[in-house]
C-alpha cells in the first residue's frame, strides 16, 4: 500500500522568506515522489521529481526537495518565494515495487505568499 | 503545442440526464487517466488506459464509464449522473507505462449536478 501526507492544508510566506511545504510518504518499497502545482482555473503542472540517485532534486520555478529516507519525508522547498508562487500544490508516490501504476496524491497545501 | 485537452470546461447538469466529457492529447502518450478533486480529499484517480482498448478501474470508479478507441481520446461518460458527482475533474496523459514517468494534466471540467 501507498500514501502521502500533507500536513499542512495552508502555508503562509512573506515575499522574499525562504518556504517549505511539507509532504510524507509511506510505501511497501522504494517510492517515485512528485510534485504538482495547480494555479487558479489550471490543471496541475510537474514541477520536479525524484526517482533515484541524489537526495535533493531540483525543478521548474527555482522549486527543489529534498528526499529523506529515514524521515519518509519529500518537503518542497525554495530559498526565496515570490508572491507568483501562490498556488495549490500536490505531492504524489508511487512504490517502486508494486505493479500498479495508479499514483497516490495528497490533499494539496495552499501557498499564500504575502508581499 | 502539445496539450490535453478537455470538453467542456464547465457544465451544469441534473440527475439522471448521461452526459460525456472528452479528453484528447496530442502528444501520442499511451497512458491517460481521469482524476477527480474535491476540496480536502485532493486528486483521486477514476478511470486509466495503459493503451488503446485497455483501461482499468482506480480509486473511485463508481458511476463512470470510459473507453479508449483511439490513442488520443479518453472521454469519461456519467451514465447517470447524481449530486455527489459535482467535482472538478482532470484528464492526465503520459508517456508509458512507467512509474517515473511525468504526468501531463488537462485545464479541467467543473462539472454540477442538480
Known amino acids: 500500500a501507498q500514501s502521502v501526507a500533507q500536513p499542512e492544508d495552508q502555508v503562509n510566506v512573506a515575499e522574499g522568506n525562504p518556504l517549505t511545504v511539507k509532504c510524507t510518504y509511506s510505501?511497501?518499497?522504494?517510492?517515485?515522489l512528485f510534485w504538482y502545482v495547480q494555479y487558479p482555473n489550471r490543471g496541475l503542472q510537474f514541477l520536479l521529481k525524484y526517482i533515484t540517485g541524489d537526495n535533493l532534486v531540483k525543478g521548474s520555478y527555482g522549486f527543489e526537495a529534498e528526499f529523506n529516507k529515514s524521515q519518509t519525508s519529500f518537503h518542497l522547498k525554495k530559498p526565496s518565494a515570490l508572491v507568483s508562487d501562490s498556488a495549490l500544490y500536490f505531492c504524489a508516490v508511487r512504490d517502486k515495487s508494486g505493479g500498479s501504476y495508479i499514483p497516490t496524491f495528497g490533499r494539496g497545501t495552499s501557498l499564500i505568499v504575502h508581499p | 503545442e502539445a496539450q490535453v485537452t478537455q470538453n467542456p470546461r464547465y457544465l451544469i447538469t441534473v440527475t439522471g440526464k448521461k452526459l460525456t466529457v472528452t479528453c484528447s492529447q496530442n502528444?501520442?502518450?499511451?497512458?491517460m487517466s481521469w482524476y477527480r478533486q474535491d476540496p480536502g480529499l485532493g486528486l483521486r484517480q477514476i478511470y486509466y488506459s495503459m493503451n488503446v482498448e485497455v483501461t482499468d478501474k482506480g480509486d473511485v470508479p463508481e458511476g463512470y464509464k470510459v473507453s479508449r478507441k483511439e490513442k488520443r481520446n479518453f472521454p469519461l461518460i456519467l451514465e447517470s449522473p447524481s449530486p455527489n458527482q459535482t467535482s472538478l475533474y482532470f484528464c492526465?496523459?503520459?508517456?508509458?507505462?512507467?512509474?517515473?514517468?511525468?504526468?501531463?494534466f488537462g485545464p479541467g471540467t467543473r462539472l454540477t449536478v442538480l
Open positions: 492526465a496523459s503520459s508517456l508509458g507505462d512507467s512509474s517515473t514517468d511525468t504526468q501531463y
Open positions: 510505501v511497501s518499497g522504494n517510492p517515485y
Open positions: 502528444m501520442n502518450h499511451e497512458y
